[in-house]
């Protein structure tokens, strides 16, 4: 088993006897921080910088969206993985955790090896993320993750859903008329626009396993594991209205250019029989309906 004490965990929950409960389940593996409000929670995420968060819902000063909120608005705290834990039972609660940037959302009352299983598979995610980081498999213009991290990634992804029967998602998304702007500005203007791009699909994929990467040219590749169908079109017309609100100056900053993009979404709960290339090539004939539909739109399309 691989060795977790360097990693740390901050709890935050506002029932004492839920964070002895938790404490005890993780203090054998992690360092443990635990805070029973928000206000604690945002200042010791911030100075700790713990490797992962598990954050109750119901919270008397702040409640544990808005919590999130501020973490996912913190440059230092961002990418931290959340868990939301709560003892409420309702679809919507979830759906509303997920799209704000949690991870995971566990019930109570709590089981040990349950809660210690998901926190694991979501630590190895981080170690994934953290060995690309080592190994350089960034691309240098966007400093995003490049195809090779993308194939290795979502192959793995690909893999997990079909062992968990969870849905996930790809966006694969192009720069419309890419060719032109690098004709009209220069390919260092281009360049540029490419790396904005690539910040405005980071801001809007929140959780940490949200995976965005550069696939080539001007094209970008997003998985969203554990992601349905109306939260992926969610997070797609985010990033294409975002984008095309963008605004990035030329060289000379006297012409302040813009670009749209289409998007292709394609969301599946795979089969055992199900291949990983069908489903990256029905996210393809997503995007190149859109291309056909006059760019600057989503299409969205789900396998039962």
């Avoid at 501020?70 to 993985?81: A, D, F, H, V, Y």
């Avoid at 694991?120 to 953290?130: A, D, W």
Wanted: one cysteine or more; aromatic letters at 6%.
């Amino acid at each position: 088993m691989d060795d977790y004490h360097k990693y740390k965990i901050l709890i935050v929950d506002s029932e004492t006897i839920d964070l002895i409960e938790l404490n005890h389940i993780f203090k054998s593996e992690y360092s443990v921080y635990t805070a029973k409000s928000g206000n604690t929670a945002l200042q010791i995420a911030e100075e700790e910088k713990p490797d992962f968060i598990l954050l109750d819902i119901q919270m008397p000063d702040m409640d544990g969206f808005e919590v999130l909120t501020q973490l996912k608005e913190n440059s230092i705290t961002r990418n931290i993985p959340v868990i939301f834990i709560a003892g409420l039972n309702s679809g919507e609660i979830e759906e509303r955790g997920f799209l704000l940037g949690a991870v995971d959302y566990i019930k109570k009352p709590f089981k040990p090896a349950i809660i210690k299983a998901r926190v694991r598979t979501h630590m190895e995610m981080v170690n994934q993320i953290r060995a690309i980081e080592q190994l350089g498999l960034t691309d240098p213009v966007t400093d995003i993750p490049n195809r090779k991290s993308f194939n290795e990634r979502i192959e793995m992804e690909w893999r997990r859903a079909k062992r968990e029967n969870k849905p996930i998602t790809l966006l694969i998304i192009d720069i419309d008329n890419f060719r032109n702007y690098n004709d009209t500005y220069g390919y260092p203007q281009g360049d540029k626009m490419l790396k904005e791009a690539a910040r405005v699909i980071m801001s809007n994929t929140k959780r940490p396993a949200d995976f965005p990467a550069l696939l080539g040219g001007e094209e970008f590749g997003v998985i969203l594991p554990d992601t349905g169908l109306d939260p992926a079109i969610e997070i797609a017309e985010n990033i294409r209205k975002n984008i095309e609100a963008m605004r990035v100056p030329d060289a000379d900053e006297s012409i302040l250019t813009q670009v749209t993009i289409c998007i292709g979404v394609y969301t599946v709960t795979p089969m055992m029989k199900d291949m990983l290339d069908d489903f990256i090539s029905n996210a393809r004939q997503n995007l190149r309906t859109a291309k056909s539909l006059g760019k600057n739109r989503t299409c969205a399309g789900e396998l039962k």
